[in-house]
T-cell receptor
Framework: SQTIHQWPATLVQPVGSPLSLECTVE??????LYWYRQAAGRGLQLLFYSVGIGQISSEVPQNLSASRPQDRQFILSSKKLLLSDSGFYLC?????????FGPGTRLTVT | QKEVEQDPGPLSVPEGAIVSLNCTYS??????FMWYRQYSRKGPELLMYTYSSGNKEDGRFTAQVDKSSKYISLFIRDSQPSDSATYLCAMSVGTGNQFYFGTGTSLTVIP
């Protein structure tokens, strides 16, 4: 069966610090991968999606970036965090039966 | 106009009630429809996945799609306190494509 992991689970970072969130998927090959952000009381905002290694599409211009160094690894990064980057970050993968989410990382920028 | 509209609620029902959750959409190209359940501080969990119009049943849950009206529903029978969560609808044009989400409906089932 497929499993998706995200870490860390929670993170508190000061404004201006860098960020690296990691997501890995097990039990499937060449999945489509996604990064979403969910702000409190709001819907899911698609940040990036990837259909293969090194192939990243950005949906929202911002100070975040994504990379896919391996088939089942997806990384979300920032060089300098803003207060507005606080939120719940979700990684997901999809196949012909739907889209599946990881447990999420709760980021608080102080 | 948003691609997907969903009433945020909150919705509060007594235990045992039938719950109806709904979404409307504007893009007639959507073919795949999903419902997710999200508990507080957790990732969304896929509940139902349907293709095109019609009904799909899984235990106490029934998903209904009416493409002619661009309207989808999730029914929960014999609701339980453990059903208390936020329910998100989602849809896509094809499999593995971008997914479009509603903002979620908050449901509380009172014992």
């Amino acid at each position: 069966s497929q499993t998706i992991h995200q870490w860390p689970a929670t993170l508190v970072q000061p404004v201006g610090s860098p960020l690296s969130l990691e997501c890995t998927v097990e039990g499937t090959s060449n999945p489509n991968l996604y990064w979403y952000r969910q702000a409190a009381g709001r819907g899911l905002q698609l940040l990036f999606y990837s259909v293969g290694i090194g192939q990243i599409s950005s949906e929202v211009p911002q100070n975040l970036s994504a990379s896919r160094p391996q088939d089942r690894q997806f990384i979300l990064s920032s060089k300098k965090l803003l207060l507005s980057d606080s939120g719940f970050y979700l990684c997901a993968w999809s196949d012909s039966n739907g889209q599946y989410f990881g447990p999420g990382t709760r980021l608080t920028v102080t | 106009q948003k691609e997907v509209e969903q009433d945020p609620g909150p919705l509060s029902v007594p235990e045992g009630a039938i719950v109806s959750l709904n979404c409307t959409y504007s893009n007639s190209a959507f073919q795949y429809f999903m419902w997710y359940r999200q508990y507080s501080r957790k990732g969304p969990e896929l509940l139902m996945y349907t293709y095109s119009s019609g009904n799909k049943e899984d235990g106490r849950f029934t998903a209904q799609v009416d493409k002619s009206s661009k309207y989808i529903s999730l029914f929960i029978r014999d609701s339980q306190p453990s059903d208390s969560a936020t329910y998100l609808c989602a849809m896509s044009v094809g499999t593995g494509n971008q997914f479009y989400f509603g903002t979620g409906t908050s449901l509380t089932v009172i014992p």
